[in-house]
């Protein structure tokens, strides 16, 4: 499952594990472990259930590989990789950025979930994912399904990471940003001008038809894209920095597949 060419992209970013203090078990492979992490990440498969005939090692040790990953910030610096070679081969494109969220359902409580506006006040988050203009995937965050969309505008073109790849300094910044209505708010489009952005948001109150749809679609598509992975449909994870992990390492993926399709 994971091949050849995004495994050479992992494995230099990965820690190098410490030493051994009691004897057992060898240690499963870094690469296997991947593989067992990606089989839950796109079945949604309980990790107690991820099946021993594949070779990938236990449930438990997969989700342990996947937390100490996430907290040596690995998916960060895996979707750096990818961003660079788009930018080197100018399939980018900076002229503007998209914003969306959505909701998800919550199995169970913990940090960063919260009652669903739209679904009975049972617990719920929010994925919130910023793209460019051609829907690759820039920043993501995690928050309470009772979180207001606008709340995370700023955070997350605060997660932008600086793409280098051509003569010049790094890209952090789109021209213009497009949001719908739900980011209607004068406060943040002062600040987005501050910032040197032109905010292009639909406004409460006026007629439907802005045709911003023929541009925000692209992150409609991504947020698809992303609940393809069935782990990330529901939120099964109590702890957040987990589901977090899973939403990182699933916008490396696509970013990944649009280096296959541009370069």
Known sequence: MVSDELWS???PLLPQPGPKLVEGRPRIPDRQALCGILFVLHTGIQWEY?????GFGSG???WRRLAAWNEAGVWDELHLVPLKKLR????????????DSSHVRAARRGPKSGPSPVDRARPGSKHHVLTDGQGIPLAVSLTGGNRND???LLPLLDKVPAVAGVVGRPRHRPDALLA????????YRRLLWARGIRPVIA???QPHGSGLGIFRYVVERTIAWLHGFRRLRIRWERRDDIHEAFLG????????????RLC
């Open 203 to 205: 406004e409460r109150g």
């Open 180 to 187: 719908d209505r739900g980011y209607d708010h004068d406060k």
């Open 50 to 54: 991820l099946p021993q005939e594949l």
């Open 88 to 99: 080197a081969a100018k399939k980018q494109d900076w002229s503007r950025a998209v914003i």
């Open 9 to 11: 992209l992992v494995e």
């Open 150 to 152: 606008v709340t995370q």
């Open 60 to 62: 438990m040790t997969c």
């Open 249 to 260: 390492l699933a916008t490396c993926l696509i970013t990944h597949r649009h280096v296959q």
